[in-house]
């Protein structure tokens, strides 16, 4: 059975820092390309950054610079690593594993709020 499961998620300050991860158990996790989406409430989902088998990322303009994902093959674990959150950034965070099928994880939620 597929699982991916995220945690890391939580009430923040804008400025400070989460760090999410998605564990994944049932695929041959190295060969997915694995993708962070967010959906605020009354709005799409929308794609937040995505490391593929090779390693090599791409992110949403409007996390450049404050946002990195990064894989751990042995763990069968993604990170996306938060920095400088801002109260456009809360949203349920969701991964998803693209390769022969496609899983996503149940999500998590970030709020960045004073």
């Known amino acids: 059975q597929v699982q991916l499961v995220e945690s890391g998620g939580g009430l923040v300050q804008p400025g400070g820092s989460l760090r999410l991860s998605c564990a994944a158990s049932?695929?041959?996790?190295?060969?997915?390309?694995i993708s962070w989406y967010r959906q605020a409430p009354g709005k799409q989902r929308e794609l937040v950054a995505r490391?593929?088998?090779?390693?090599?990322?791409n992110y949403a303009d409007s996390v450049k610079g404050r946002f990195t994902i990064s894989r751990d093959n042995a763990k069968n674990t993604v990170y996306l690593q938060m920095n400088s959150l801002e109260p456009e950034d809360t949203a349920a965070y969701y991964c998803?594993?693209?390769?022969?099928?496609?899983?996503w994880g149940q999500g998590t939620q970030v709020t960045v709020s004073s």
């Open positions: 049932g695929i041959i996790f190295s060969i997915y390309t």
């Open positions: 998803k594993a693209f390769g022969q099928y496609v899983y």
């Open positions: 490391i593929a088998s090779s390693g090599s990322t």
